[in-house]
């Protein structure tokens, strides 16, 4: 109850005060644009066109400081765009003439007066109806005294009985009504107004702000391929490679050797073939960077298990989901999995880890906690900065809990809806 009377009092006072911010800005703008709009013709219009888009601007930014309250949320600010220090005098009066957004502010500016009159008539109206109807006990009898006992007003219309006590009891029942109504009608009124300032003033915002980060996304997306194919190329460099490069020595070594002795020739295959398996375990390893099988053909759920029965570290795998997802986002959640449990069990110390799938609103959380030595951070240069990469490049969030001295905890959020 608490919580609904303060939203109340906080909508009310949005409406109250921000009536007069508008009639001002629609006084002051209105005529300024016309008298541009006027002036074209004799060169002064595009100053003065540009000083309403600035007036505009700044009841703009008023409104804007206004919304988180009352929508409950953070709004995106636009980026307006800026005059060159070298800039003549014509470039830095036509530059707030070039902003989209500077157009949409003036728009507001005109459009949220008769907004702003009826939320403020609605709102004065009902809270002025609701206080008088529930103090009307408190000044009844003056009123009777003044007209007399034989007044008539909807109680004697409604066939109530003529005295003070059931006019008091009437019209405090109707207070009180009006008075749970009230909440909700401040609300209504209150949302009216700051939606039409969302959509106005703040649209263009989110729209560069998704831009911005699309474009973030693509840099650690391709920012994480090219450390992708530069780890892959080095391990192949110093793994297979020089593995290969060996087992085509000793082949030749064993050709050689075949009609001079045949028993070191025996030998030589013997250790030859060691290496072919070694190198095709590297190959093995290798492919699990890039498509793993079991991911492929079956999932998650089975691949988050498969890393766990790897792992040198005993680990605890929940997965509360079965269903498929995009290969994006199984490989992203994957290979999250894969690197933070090589972490675990290179760097932690830890005697024991838990690995935990599973479904929000709008995405797949996976969180990775282990009871190691902690440290663990998303400096660059350490290979959780790679995988906070890889994870934003599906637009996802990477955070790491990791105290010295521990636990550890790192919760990845990919979206998936």
Not at 282 to 292: C, F, K, M, T, Y
Request: aromatic share 4%; hydrophobic share 50%.
């Amino acid at each position: 109850m608490s919580a609904l009377l303060r939203r109340a009092g906080a909508d009310l006072v949005y409406l109250l005060s921000s009536f007069p911010i508008a009639l001002i800005g629609f006084v002051l703008l209105v005529p300024t644009f016309a008298a541009g709009v006027g002036t074209l013709p004799i060169g002064i219009g595009i100053a003065v066109l540009a000083l309403s888009l600035l007036i505009a601007r700044g009841f703009a930014e008023v409104e804007r400081r206004s919304l988180p309250a009352v929508l409950g949320h953070p709004v995106a600010r636009p980026h307006y765009p800026r005059t060159p220090q070298d800039a003549g005098v014509l470039r830095r009066l036509t530059t707030p003439l070039r902003a989209g957004q500077s157009w949409l502010d003036l728009l507001y500016g005109v459009l949220i007066l008769p907004v702003s009159v009826i939320t403020f008539a609605v709102s004065v109206a009902f809270s002025g109806a609701a206080l008088l109807a529930i103090t009307r006990p408190l000044y009844g009898w003056i009123i009777r005294r003044a007209v007399g006992e034989d007044y008539t007003d909807l109680p004697r219309l409604l066939g109530l009985p003529n005295t003070n006590l059931a006019d008091s009891l009437f019209y405090l029942a109707i207070g009180l009504v009006l008075a749970l109504l009230l909440p909700f009608v401040l609300r209504g009124c209150a949302l009216l107004r700051a939606q039409l300032g969302r959509v106005l003033l703040t649209s263009v915002g989110e729209m560069q702000e998704r831009i911005a980060d699309l474009s973030e996304s693509r840099a650690a997306a391709v920012s994480a391929e090219a450390g992708a194919l530069r780890r892959l190329e080095r391990d192949i460099h110093d793994g297979p490679q020089q593995r290969l490069v060996h087992l085509a020595m000793e082949l030749s070594r064993v050709k050689r050797q075949m009609e001079r002795d045949p028993d070191a020739a025996r030998d030589t295959l013997t250790s030859a073939i060691g290496d072919t398996r070694e190198t095709l375990d590297e190959l093995r390893a290798l492919s699990r960077g890039i498509a793993p099988p079991v991911l492929t053909d079956r999932g998650l759920a089975p691949a988050l298990a498969a890393l766990a029965a790897r792992c040198p570290v005993p680990v605890t795998v929940d997965t509360q989901v079965e269903e498929r997802f995009p290969a994006a986002v199984e490989s992203t959640i994957y290979f999250v999995a894969a690197e933070c449990l090589t972490n675990m069990a290179k760097h932690s110390t830890a005697s024991a880890a838990k690995v935990v799938l599973s479904r929000t609103r709008n995405g797949l959380l996976l969180t990775l906690g282990d009871n190691g030595v902690g440290g663990a951070h998303l400096a660059k240069g350490h290979g959780l900065a790679g995988l906070a990469d890889r994870v934003k490049a599906v637009e996802g969030e990477l955070v790491v809990d990791s105290p010295e001295g521990g636990p550890t905890v790192v919760a990845v959020e990919v979206p998936c809806a």
